[in-house]
């Protein structure tokens, strides 16, 4: 099972960036779609993005369409968020999670599709 290690993160102004990283441990990432997910306080949990197994395919939730860029490194078994023009309404806690099924494509948004999941890191950005 592969086991996922976030860092980045951090407090913000608006119209700031970060870069969001995501670790993961095994020999069979590069087989997996990954995702990212976030979670507001009392809110539920969110879909941002989800990127193919190899990298070759991408898409995002509307609300950071064109503001977030979702990538991979199968090399170095990372992948990334980039978070660009972050906005008060970004402020979250922001997981990265492996789709279940490995050689799928993209993966779906349902949280409930992704097996393993990444120990969170806060994003604040203050206006």
């Known amino acids: 099972q592969v086991q996922l290690v976030q860092s980045g993160g951090g407090s913000v102004q608006a119209g700031g960036s970060l870069t969001l990283s995501c670790a993961a441990s095994?020999?069979?990432?590069?087989?997996?779609?990954m995702a990212w997910f976030r979670q507001a306080p009392g809110k539920e949990r969110e879909f941002v993005a989800a990127?193919?197994?190899?990298?070759?395919?991408?898409y995002y939730s509307d609300s950071v369409k064109g503001r977030f860029t979702i990538s991979r490194n199968n090399a170095k078994n990372t992948v990334y968020l980039q978070v660009n023009s972050l906005k008060p309404e970004d402020t979250a806690v922001y997981y990265c999670?492996?789709?279940?099924?490995?050689?799928?494509?993209?993966?779906?948004?349902?949280?409930?599709?992704?097996?393993?999941w990444g120990q969170g890191t806060q994003v604040t950005v203050s206006s």
């Open positions: 990127i193919s197994w190899g990298g070759g395919r991408t």
């Open positions: 999670a492996v789709d279940k099924i490995p050689w799928a494509g993209v993966p779906g948004r349902d949280s409930a599709d992704f097996g393993s």
């Open positions: 095994g020999r069979a990432f590069a087989s997996y779609g």
